[in-house]
T-cell receptor, first 116, second 116 residues
């Protein structure tokens, strides 16, 4: 069964460094998402992406964050200058939805980001 | 804005017994979708069950079923014949039925422990 994959599984970085989290959504899915989960807290929406542009972003998704689909398979989340409070689990999700309908989001296994 | 509330931070159940997890939500929309996701210790987010708000019939997936009360904005998950592998954090989530990319709004989660 196809699944969303994410790399790396765990990333440790120094405060102020740039990180790129990578995701490979399920092929033929059209909508892509990033969520984060700070340890012990609920899962929070960051951004949604469709047709090579951002569809919606939350107040968390400030100028330090960016997303990109550099080729036909990868979907990346970049944090330009990491802060301690960026330490969290980051989940990528993809959705097969066709325009005019809605569908289910399937999640990857997550990347645990630790900022020191 | 939509909100999702799970009022039970922790629950436990004996193996083979039945347990019900509660979820309430608040929205002014009429077209939306509700989900239960499971997050085992691996922290992977796994879809358990999905309910469309326009459907009166409660969704069922094997041992998992929901009690969807639209007027009361309640969406509880019943797990029958609980198994040790059901031990996980369970998140209730809401999605609007809009055609553009729709965020999932999650509740705080309920930690379920199945005891042998």
């Amino acid at each position: 069964e196809p699944e969303v994959t994410q790399t790396p599984s765990h990333q440790v970085t120094q405060m102020g460094q740039e990180v790129i989290l990578r995701c490979v959504p399920i092929s033929n899915h059209l909508y892509f998402y990033w969520y984060r989960q700070i340890l012990g807290q609920k899962v929070e929406f960051l951004v949604s992406f469709y047709n090579n542009e951002i569809s919606e972003k939350s107040e968390i998704f400030d100028d330090q964050f960016s997303v990109e689909r550099p080729d036909g398979s990868n979907f990346t989340l970049k944090i330009r200058s990491t802060k301690l409070e960026d330490s969290a689990m980051y989940f990528c999700a993809s959705e097969p939805r066709q325009r005019g309908s809605t569908d289910t989001q399937y999640f990857g296994p997550g990347t645990r980001l630790t900022v020191l | 804005a939509q909100t999702v509330t799970q009022s039970q931070p922790e629950m436990s159940v004996q193996e083979a017994e039945t347990v019900t997890l509660s979820c309430t939500y608040d929205t002014s929309e009429s077209n939306y979708y509700l989900f239960w996701y499971k997050q085992p210790p691996s922290r992977q987010m796994i879809l358990v069950i999905r309910q469309e708000a326009y459907k009166q019939q409660n969704a069922t997936e094997n041992r998992f079923s929901v009690n969807f009360q639209k007027a009361a904005k309640s969406f509880s998950l019943k797990i029958s014949d609980s198994q040790l592998g059901d031990t996980a954090m369970y998140f209730c989530a809401f999605m609007t039925g809009e055609t553009s990319g729709s965020r999932l709004t999650f509740g705080e989660g309920t930690q379920l422990t199945v005891n042998p």
